[in-house]
């Protein structure tokens, strides 16, 4: 779509865009190939979300046109339109082409197909986009809408969205930010996106560092530093020649806000960088040598299909790894984890990041088993060291997931299994798979993955308590 590569702006470079400004740049540019900004879990989830939307269209019994039949369809009463042809709205440069139109006498409603549940902040934005994108075929007015169709219970349901002023608003400038990058470039920053987690990974890590990027301190993203700097905060180290209540104060004179304590955990971060050590600032983590740590393989929603186990003494370590191929299965380790967690009274449940991921699906998981008697005495005793942490301390590095805070303390892994998204992947390979040795490969890798993270869980807690006495990092 040569069109839209230059001054041109498509829906999809706005997509792209608002994930991750430094990958559109590099997508854009070439820089990057397209089937680097996806792993094989995304692409199963857009393949899955196409299927969805075929779906939909064939309920619809959907009407395909031509671009040169477009003003008399369009002013048909109410046709939804699929098979839609490129529009363009050659004033504002912007080109696409929506899931559907909803024709309503000339009113052109733009029609999004989702295969999520909830409606997004992006979803907006896209609905926004189109309805600028439509405003030269538009011959009826009415107010603002578009039309949303979520999957939810395994089929399309259909949510009207009134689209907000603030909604066009930010598509604007979007629009202007995406010229600018395509112009200017984009600076590297720390960002979760798979662009930059994965294969650009190394070279960010190098340029932020060199510039002592504001966005290597946690809770800083684009949207803070891009504030900071307009009042002048150009670098962590700058950060920290500033006071609190003075940065506070001069967010807020931009619409940005941000509390004192907010500020100071910022400039704990700072601090640690500018030492080369952790900084320690909250309350003591309270965690002795006796602990269960925990750590859940899981499809979202559904089956607990490991129950990762490890039981850690002054004597040493005991791992368990619970499979399951069926709820049957689930319930029965479960109960068994909910034994393992009685039998130790005085064990804390310890977790990386739990409260977000392991506990919410645990809990779904008791209900579903009518098991919420007996895992009660696992979330009684559960605690999420992440949490913990960072109320407490700082590591001189940019993010805190369990690898990046496990290789600050140099332990090991042994998997080849990168992370959570590449296990769900590969169990989903082993769900499908009709070759027992593949099965059992992938079975074997997957336990050693969870081990793996067991291992960085159980050796992070051993050392972090040792910060209080001034040990490191060993």
């Known amino acids: 779509m040569s069109l839209c590569r230059s001054t041109w702006v498509s829906k999809t ?11 559109f740049y590099l997508l854009d540019r070439g820089l990057v190939a397209p089937e680097d900004a996806v792993t094989e879990l995304q692409v199963r989830l857009i393949d899955q979300g196409v299927e969805f939307q075929a779906a939909v269209e064939a309920r619809a019994a959907p009407h395909h046109i031509e671009e040169g039949d477009l003003p008399k369809v369009f002013a048909q009463e109410s046709i939804r339109l699929f098979g839609l042809p490129l529009f363009k709205n050659p004033k504002l440069q912007i080109c696409g082409r929506p899931d559907a139109i909803d024709t309503a006498q000339g009113a052109l409603i733009p029609v999004e197909v989702k295969s999520h549940k909830a409606v997004q902040r992006s979803d907006e934005l896209e609905l926004a986009f189109y309805w600028m994108l439509l405003d030269p075929y538009r011959t009826k007015n009415v107010s603002p809408v ?7 219970d395994g089929v399309g349901e259909p949510v009207d969205i009134e689209i907000r002023p603030n909604r066009f608003e930010q598509v604007h ?3 202007r930010d995406i010229r600018e990058a395509r112009v200017r470039g984009v600076l590297p920053r720390i960002c979760g996106c798979t662009v930059c987690s994965g294969a650009m990974r190394g070279e960010i890590d190098r340029a932020t560092a060199a510039k002592k990027d504001l966005t290597r301190l946690w809770g800083i993203g684009r949207f803070f530093a891009r504030h900071l700097e307009e009042i002048g905060i150009n670098s962590y180290e700058g950060l920290l020649a500033v006071d609190s209540a003075h940065v506070v104060k001069n967010l807020r004179k931009q619409g940005c806000f941000a509390s004192p304590k907010q500020v100071d955990s910022w400039k704990h971060h700072a601090a640690s960088y500018s030492t080369s050590a952790p900084v320690v600032f909250g309350d003591p983590i309270l965690l002795g040598d006796r602990f269960i740590a925990l750590d859940l393989e899981y499809v979202p929603g559904g089956l607990l299909w490991l129950v990762g186990v490890c039981l850690v003494e002054p004597g040493g370590c005991d791992y368990l790894a619970l499979w399951a191929d069926t709820p049957t299965q689930e319930k029965s380790n479960l109960e068994r984890l909910a034994e393992i967690v009685t039998a130790n009274p005085s064990f804390p ?10 506990m919410p699906q645990l809990r779904k998981a008791a209900r579903r088993l009518e098991l919420e008697q007996t895992l009660e005495i696992v979330e009684l005793r559960h605690l999420d060291l992440l949490l913990r942490t960072r109320r407490t301390m700082r590591f001189p590095i940019p993010q805190m997931g369990l690898d990046d805070v496990a290789t600050y303390f140099a332990i090991q892994r042994v998997s080849r299994i990168r992370n959570g998204l590449e296990a769900l992947s590969l169990y989903q390979e082993y769900r499908h798979s009709q070759d027992e040795n593949r099965r059992n490969t992938l079975k074997a890798n997957l336990i050693e993955y969870n081990r793996d993270d067991l291992e960085a869980l159980v050796g992070i807690a051993q050392r972090i308590p040792g910060l209080r006495t001034g040990q490191g990092a060993s």
């Open 173 to 175: 400038g979007l629009l």
């Open 13 to 23: 470079d706005l997509a792209t865009y608002l994930r991750c400004p430094y990958a």
């Open 146 to 152: 578009g039309r949303l169709i979520l999957r939810r």
């Open 349 to 358: 449940v310890i977790t990386w990041n739990g409260n977000l991921a392991d």
